[in-house]
C-alpha cells in the first residue's frame, strides 16, 4: 500500500477538505500548503470560472494494437456489399424460375415498354424494396469509407497529443511522487479538480467521437433477410398474374432447386472472401423460409408499395388459385362452384394485404366496411373456404349425409367413403414421391404412412425406399452438395462409365404421381332413411376449445388443406372457425331482410 504523507507541523496523517473553504487540512488544522484553488467571479450571482493546479499523472504507453483484417469489410460498407451479394442470388433465382416455369423475359426485365408504367416487375420490385427499408444501403460506400478513414485519423491524431501531454506533465512532477502515490491524497484532489462549467465551454461531444456506422448484425431486420427476396419473387409473380402460393418456393427451397439454403455455392469467391462472420449467418439461413413469414413480409413489402409510390399489386388469379386447392383436394367442378359462391357470400379478401382490398357492401348502417383481421394469405382463405364447403357437403364429424332432392348439388359429389378413401389414397402416394421423401419442412416431418388396415405405424423407413427413390436421393445429394464445386464436374467419368437411369421428378406445380380414378356418385334416398341432409346440420369447428377433439374425418381434410397452404392446423383451425361464423352472421341478417 503506498505510503501516507505526513504534516509537516503535526506529524499528522489525517487530512479532510474543509466544506466551506475548499482547503485541505490535517486532523490539528493545519493547511496545506502550496496548494492553490483561484475563483474568479464575473457577476456577483452569475457564472463563474475555475482554474485550479492539479497533478497529472504519468503518462501510460499502451500495448501494441492489434492488425486489423483489411479483406473483411465492415460498416456501411460491409453492408453494401451484404445487399450486392443479395442482388447476385436474386439475379440467379430469377434465372432458375425462368427456366423451371418457363417465365416470359418480363418476369425479369427492368422498364420494360411491354408493361403498364404502374406494374413494376422483379427488378423493379426489388429497387422499390431497398428503398424502404429502415435503413437502406449506401448509395457511395466510398466516400463513406473515406470520411471513416478521416474520423479514425483524428482521433489516433488527437490520441498522440494527449501522451504528450501526459508525457511533460509526467517531467515536471518528479519531484513530488509522494503525492501521486496516496491514493486518499488523489481522490481529494481529483474531486477538487472536476470543472463545473457551462455547456457553452466546449464540452458537447464532437461528431467524430461518435460512432459513423451502425453494426447491422446487431439489428433483425427481416426485410433485409434473404427471405426478403423470395417475397419480391412472390409479387413479381402476381404482378404477371401467376398462380403460385408461398409453398410452391418453400418445396423449390427444399429441393436445393432454387438457391437459398448455403448459397456460398452460388456467390464467386471474390464477393465471399469480403463477408464478416456476421454477414455470412445474415446470407445462409439454416432452414427455409415458413409460408407465414413470407406473406408478413410480402404483405407488408406491398402495402409500402401502394402508399409510398402508388405501385399497386393486382389480386391473386382467384379462379387458378381455386382450381388448385380444389385438384389438391380431390375434388370436381361441382365442388369448385360451391366453394366459389361460399367465397363470394363472405366476401374474402383476394389482395396480399388486406388494405389494397374493396370495400365490404354494407346491408345495414352498422355492418362494417373493411377487412378487419383479414390480413391472410389469399391460399388460406380459399383453403378455409374448401373446408367450408366440404363440412357442407359430408359434415365430417362422423354422422352420415345424404341428398334427398334431385336439385341437390351433393349428388355430383363423390359418396362420404368414396371420398375419404380417395383423400387418404392421394396424400399416401405424394408422401411417397421423390419430390418430397427429403424435404426439410417441418409439416412434412410429421407425415406418417399407414399399414393396410389403416393405422398408422410411424414414419417412414429408408427400408422402404425403392430403386426410384434411391436415385431421388442421389440427385437430391447432388444438388445440395456438388452444385458449382469441381467435384460436380469430375464426376463426368463416373456417369460416363457407369450410366445410371435417372428419375425425373416434378416440382413445384407439377402434378404428376396423384391418384386418379373414378369415384361413385352420390345417390338420392327416400325420407324414411336416417341420414341427414347435407348442410342442415351443421356443427361450427371451435378452434380454442384446447379440450375438445378433432373428428378424424375433419382432421384429414385439414391436414390435406395445410399442405397446400403451408401453414400449421391450429391456424387454419381459426381461420375456418371465423368464416363459419360470418357465414352464420351473414345467415341471419338475410333472414331479418
Request: net charge neutral; glycine share 6%; hydrophobic share 35%.
Amino acid at each position: 500500500m503506498a505510503p501516507r504523507r505526513r504534516c509537516p507541523i503535526c506529524r499528522s496523517k489525517q487530512w479532510h477538505k474543509e466544506p466551506s473553504s475548499g482547503l485541505i487540512t490535517c486532523s490539528e488544522g493545519h493547511v496545506l500548503q502550496n496548494y492553490i484553488n483561484e475563483t474568479t467571479e464575473t457577476t456577483e450571482l452569475g457564472p463563474h470560472s475555475m482554474k485550479k493546479r492539479t497533478i497529472k499523472a504519468g503518462g501510460k504507453v499502451k500495448g501494441s494494437k492489434r492488425i486489423s483484417n483489411t479483406i473483411v469489410y465492415h460498416g456501411q460498407k460491409a453492408r453494401y456489399h451484404y445487399f450486392q451479394c443479395l442482388q447476385l442470388l436474386l439475379r440467379k433465382q430469377i434465372q432458375v424460375l425462368m427456366k423451371l416455369w418457363a417465365l416470359p423475359p418480363e418476369f425479369e426485365a427492368i422498364n420494360c415498354k411491354t408493361m403498364c408504367p404502374r406494374k413494376v416487375v422483379c427488378r423493379d420490385t426489388w429497387a422499390l424494396h431497398l428503398s424502404l427499408l429502415d435503413s437502406p444501403p449506401p448509395a457511395e460506400p466510398y466516400f463513406q469509407a473515406e470520411e471513416g478513414n478521416r474520423a479514425n485519423d483524428a482521433d489516433k491524431q488527437t490520441t498522440e497529443d494527449d501522451r504528450d501531454k501526459d508525457v511533460s506533465g509526467t517531467s515536471s512532477s518528479d519531484g513530488d511522487k509522494d503525492e501521486v502515490d496516496d491514493p486518499e491524497m488523489g481522490a481529494l484532489l481529483m474531486e477538487n479538480s472536476e470543472t463545473e462549467g457551462s455547456d457553452d465551454d466546449g464540452t458537447a461531444e464532437s461528431p467524430l467521437k461518435k460512432p459513423i456506422f451502425d453494426n447491422p448484425a446487431t439489428k433483425r431486420r427481416k426485410g433485409d433477410s434473404p427471405a426478403g427476396n423470395v417475397a419480391v419473387l412472390v409479387l413479381a409473380c402476381w404482378t404477371l398474374r401467376l398462380p403460385v402460393v408461398y409453398t410452391d418456393f418453400i418445396r423449390l427451397i427444399e429441393a436445393y432447386t432454387l438457391p437459398y439454403l448455403d448459397p456460398f455455392q452460388h456467390l464467386p469467391v471474390e464477393l465471399t472472401r469480403h463477408l464478416s462472420k456476421h454477414s455470412k449467418r445474415s446470407l445462409c439461413p439454416d432452414f427455409p423460409p415458413s409460408a407465414m413469414n413470407l406473406h408478413n413480409i410480402a404483405s407488408r413489402l406491398a402495402k409500402n408499395l401502394s402508399l409510398s409510390f402508388g405501385v399497386t399489386t393486382p389480386d391473386v388469379n382467384a379462379a387458378s388459385f381455386l382450381w388448385r386447392a380444389v385438384r389438391h383436394m380431390g375434388g370436381n367442378p361441382v365442388l369448385y362452384t360451391l366453394t366459389k359462391h361460399l367465397a363470394k357470400i363472405l366476401q374474402l379478401p383476394l389482395t396480399v394485404n388486406a388494405t389494397l382490398a374493396a370495400p365490404l357492401s354494407q346491408i345495414h348502417r352498422r355492418d362494417p366496411t373493411g377487412h378487419l383481421n383479414d390480413n391472410i394469405a389469399p391460399e388460406v382463405g380459399i383453403g378455409a373456404t374448401l373446408v367450408l364447403a366440404l363440412k357442407m357437403l359430408y359434415g365430417l364429424d362422423g354422422l352420415r349425409r345424404e341428398p334427398m332432392e334431385e336439385w341437390d348439388p351433393a349428388l355430383a359429389m363423390p359418396d362420404h367413403a368414396s371420398f375419404l378413401q380417395h383423400l387418404q389414397a392421394v396424400g399416401e402416394s405424394e408422401t411417397h414421391q421423390g419430390a418430397v421423401i427429403f424435404a426439410v419442412a417441418s409439416w412434412l416431418r410429421l407425415v406418417t404412412y399407414t399399414s393396410d388396415n389403416g393405422r398408422s405405424v410411424g414414419h417412414r423407413s429408408v427400408l422402404t425406399y425403392d430403386d426410384i427413390d434411391v436415385n431421388a436421393y442421389i440427385s437430391f445429394c447432388e444438388r445440395a452438395l456438388l452444385r458449382n464445386n469441381s467435384d460436380a464436374q469430375a464426376g463426368t467419368a463416373a456417369d460416363e462409365y457407369f450410366p445410371l437411369e435417372r428419375n425425373v421428378s416434378g416440382e413445384g406445380m407439377n402434378e404428376a404421381g396423384i391418384v386418379k380414378k373414378l369415384l361413385s356418385a352420390g345417390r338420392i334416398v327416400g325420407n324414411e332413411s336416417q341420414a341427414l341432409n347435407p348442410a342442415r346440420t351443421y356443427i361450427l369447428h371451435r378452434a380454442q376449445d384446447s379440450l375438445g377433439v378433432v373428428h378424424d374425418e375433419l382432421e384429414m381434410v385439414l391436414e390435406r388443406v395445410c399442405g397446400y397452404v403451408g401453414v400449421s392446423q391450429d391456424e387454419v383451425g381459426i381461420i375456418v372457425e371465423r368464416i363459419e361464423r360470418r357465414g352464420l352472421r351473414w345467415m341471419e341478417k338475410k333472414k331479418r331482410v
